[in-house]
């Protein structure tokens, strides 16, 4: 490549001088010669192909060229010479005085024209010199241009020009070769027209970027936009534009700038705002320090939970919050764990800004930087304040009764024990009194385990009121509470008188009725007293079993009383309540309530309800079935009973239909009942008189209604079954259990006893019944009614062994009809 020489004076200079009239070559020497500085050396040749030859022999700081040479004429001359020496400083030498051809020769490559004869040796040297500064110019220019390129090639970004015309077209003067790569278009495509970039703009982001472009434009400060773009194989991709304005002299706006690729940027500060969130929203606390260290920051649960601010700890050592609980080893371990694996987890105490001292469950991790040294420590922990405290709970439950908040069994028997060891060293007596509260049971029947819970609680009140605080009462069982008197006088009658006055106050205390829910309720107990110590051998339970024989002595003697362990007991006697005149006077008065309870499918959904009875007793409120059907079942009364259940569930069924519900009702036949010889036309007049449908109703019965006329039981049932009545058998596998006779029967449906139930997830045996039963469902074509389901997972047992309709506290209680109805009206057949 010829390299352009920068003029200077007293310097020589060598010159082609391309010229075939002799008279013009010599005064064109003559001129070049006369010049004392710079010098000239001069080579003449007369035709193009000459001084082609020239050029390609030897070097030549200029060319003079005539442009009518005998092999080379015009324009073409200066396009053939500028084809070998395309950056030579070239001056043509004319015989035409034409400002056009002067202007044709200066774009066809020349730095200069002379008109012959027209020029001394000062305007020819000063030519020469225009000719290589110009050229030389023109070079560096041309390299910095390609420098420009390569560079701009090579950075990671677009270096552009954008250039807005007044008229709104838009374009890209100049664009480095990253264009493709970040527009995936060609530099050239977009030169004269941008339309293809602005193609890819984020429908979202199109008018940002147009505003942003115009502000800039209007106001000429620089463009600063980051901004997404739509591109086929990556899909969205973020970028950043950099430039400053120049207003052109016609008006339009020029941008010299430079746009990224931040796409990678958007992801890593999406991920660190992630995880600035979880910094400052994360439930745990969060400590970072430097290696030596000094905290450097820490989140707001940090702040929370230790009572620290940010302020207070920053460049602070964790050690200003040691509990001081932990001796030095504890932490030479944590450390040599740290340094070895780059991570320590376990339980630590520290100490709150208050000063109270807590647990926490801490991981601390090593943070290392790029060339793997230790750059700092992140130290993540949580508050155990609250499992401890729950650990203590629990510590306390297995001591104390959850309902009462009493000393329970386990507690019980240890202090009975110490109290053994203590009066038989110190030579004194103590006592057990085992209390059992008199007919709780039907209480808790009767008014619903709410208010029997309730009951404890008060009963447990009263008794620890009465007692002295060396006392201990513990509640042993459902209604069966334990007193420890752990020190009496001596001798025993005297003791024993002391037991004797202590239980007569605790029963006395019971007696004074409880407010429960607005009712009074009357409680009395029967009190069994063993003292103590009797034997050297006796313990523990040896006393509290001489209790509860004295207690169960009480109880048969008629309740209501206290009594001594003695070695020769009297029998027992049990007393029975007489209900049946309340009862009769109830049906009479319509005191019965009719109430249902939920009976869903294995996908939770509602598909029927049974019919259960409840007694609103005028002073004894609701009173459950467990207290009035033995009774009723052991006379006429349970007839009576059953047709008021028909009844008001064929009513019941006749106002769902009307109200679009197909749902099925289910009510219990006494076998008594079922064997009157008018059944069958009773139940028909109930349908009749309700205009129930009678294949929503469900009949059911036990399995003990084989053991009559068997003939009489299918007929019956049989006749109801054209009707469209359904047939239950009711706690299958508790009962006769004839398969003989029970297929024979005209069955829908047996129901599986809640006995079964609620052990079948624990108990191999019951699991087995469970699945027996199921077995002959299946191969009888039953549907199968679960009743008792009371847990998740008593649900999933029976889901997974076939379609079983449940029933149970799990999917709700029995509740009056009215609340069973509103709720049904609501929400239809509803997933439970």
Request: aromatic fraction near 8%.
């Amino acid at each position: 490549m010829l390299r352009v020489r920068v003029f200077k004076l007293n310097t020589q200079y060598s010159v082609l001088l391309v010229e075939d009239e002799p008279a013009d070559a010599h005064l064109a020497q003559q001129a070049l010669r006369a010049s004392r500085s710079p010098v000239f050396s001069v080579v003449w040749v007369t035709t193009l192909a000459l001084s082609l030859l020239e050029l390609k022999q030897q070097r030549f700081d200029v060319l003079l060229l005539d442009l009518s040479l005998p092999d080379s004429n015009g324009i073409e001359t200066v396009h053939r010479i500028r084809e070998v020496a395309s950056e030579m400083p070239l001056v043509v030498l004319t015989g035409h005085d034409d400002t056009s051809f002067a202007l044709q020769t200066l774009e066809a490559g020349a730095q200069d024209y002379l008109v012959k004869g027209k020029f001394d040796t000062d305007a020819l040297v000063r030519s020469i010199r225009y000719a290589i500064e110009r050229k030389l110019l023109s070079v560096n220019l041309q390299k910095s241009h390609d420098l420009l390129h390569k560079l701009s090639d090579h950075v990671p970004g677009l270096i552009f020009q954008f250039r807005l015309d007044v008229d709104g077209h838009m374009s890209f003067p100049f664009a480095s070769r990253a264009m493709l790569e970040l527009y995936g278009v060609e530099a050239d495509a977009v030169r004269d027209d941008a339309t293809a970039v602005f193609a890819f703009q984020h429908p979202d982001d199109t008018a940002g970027i147009a505003a942003s472009i115009q502000e800039s434009a209007r106001t000429l400060t620089p463009w600063h936009h980051e901004y997404r773009i739509l591109l086929p194989e990556q899909g969205v991709c973020w970028r950043r534009g950099d430039a400053r304005p120049e207003k052109q002299v016609d008006g339009s706006i020029l941008w010299h700038g430079f746009i990224t690729d931040i796409t990678e940027n958007k992801k890593i500060e999406a991920r660190l705002e992630l995880a600035s969130r979880v910094f400052e929203t994360t439930g745990e606390a969060i400590v970072v320090t430097d290696v030596s260290g000094a905290i450097i920051a820490v989140n707001p649960a940090f702040c929370r939970i230790t009572g620290y601010s940010e302020a207070e700890v920053v460049g602070k050592n964790p050690r200003m919050y040691k509990s001081g609980l932990h001796k030095q080893a504890f932490y030479r371990d944590f450390w040599s764990e740290l340094i070895k694996h780059g991570q320590w987890c376990g339980e630590i105490w520290n100490r709150r800004k208050n000063g109270e001292l807590y647990a926490q469950w801490e991981s601390v991790t090593t943070i290392k930087d790029s060339k793997g040294n230790t750059s700092s420590y992140v130290a993540v922990f949580s508050d155990m304040s609250e499992i401890k405290k729950a650990q203590a709970e629990v510590e306390e439950l297995s001591w104390r009764d959850p309902l009462t908040g009493l000393a329970n069994r386990a507690l019980f028997l240890r202090q009975v024990e110490q109290a053994l060891v203590s009066s038989k060293r110190d030579d004194y007596f103590a006592a057990v009194l085992l209390i059992d509260l008199d007919r709780f049971k039907e209480i808790n029947e009767a008014r619903g385990l709410a208010i029997g819970d309730a009951l404890l609680r008060s009963v447990a009140d009263r008794l620890g009121q009465t007692l002295h605080r060396d006392d201990l009462l513990a509640r042993l069982d459902s209604d069966e509470f334990a007193v420890l008197l752990p020190r009496l006088h001596i001798p025993r009658e005297k003791a024993g008188r002391e037991a004797l006055a202590v239980a007569e106050k605790l029963r006395a205390a019971l007696r004074c009725a409880i407010e429960m829910d607005g009712e009074f309720i009357h409680v009395d107990a029967s009190i069994g007293i063993a003292m103590l110590p009797d034997t050297p051998q006796e313990t523990a339970i040896d006393v509290l079993r001489q209790a509860d024989m004295a207690m169960t002595n009480a109880k048969a003697e008629g309740r209501s009383r206290t009594m001594f362990f003695e070695s020769l007991m009297g029998e027992t006697v049990r007393a029975r309540f007489q209900l049946e005149a309340e009862l009769r006077l109830a049906i009479l008065e319509d005191q019965l309530r009719l109430y249902l309870q939920p009976q869903v499918n294995s996908s939770g959904v509602q598909v029927g309800a049974e019919a259960l009875v409840r007694w609103q007793h005028p002073t004894r409120g609701l009173t459950l079935p467990g207290l009035f059907i033995p009774l009723a079942e052991s006379s006429d009364l349970i007839i009576s009973i059953d047709r008021w259940m028909l009844s008001a569930v064929c009513r019941l069924l006749a106002e769902l239909d009307a109200e679009g519900s197909s749902i099925r009702l289910s009510v219990n036949i006494s076998p008594r009942h079922f064997q009157q010889a008018d059944f069958v036309s009773e139940i028909q007049h109930q349908l009749e008189a309700s205009g129930a449908d009678p294949s929503r109703l469900v009949l059911e019965l036990t399995e003990g209604i084989v053991i009559g006329d068997i003939g009489d039981v299918i007929a019956k049932m049989t006749l109801l079954s054209t009707l469209g009545i359904h047939f239950s058998i009711d706690d299958f596998g508790t009962g006769y259990s004839s398969l003989a006779y029970i297929k024979r029967l005209p069955i829908h449906e047996l129901k599986i006893d809640k006995s079964f139930i609620q052990d079948c997830t624990s108990d191999p045996n019951d699991a087995a019944l469970v699945e027996t039963i199921l077995s002959i469902a299946k191969h009888l074509h039953f549907q199968v009614v679960a009743e008792g389901v009371e847990t998740l997972g008593q649900s999933e047992f029976l889901n997974a062994r076939g379609q079983i309709i449940h029933q149970g506290y799990l999917y709700g209680r029995p509740e009056p009809a009215a609340v069973w109805r509103a709720r049904l009206s609501q929400s239809g057949a509803t997933d439970l």
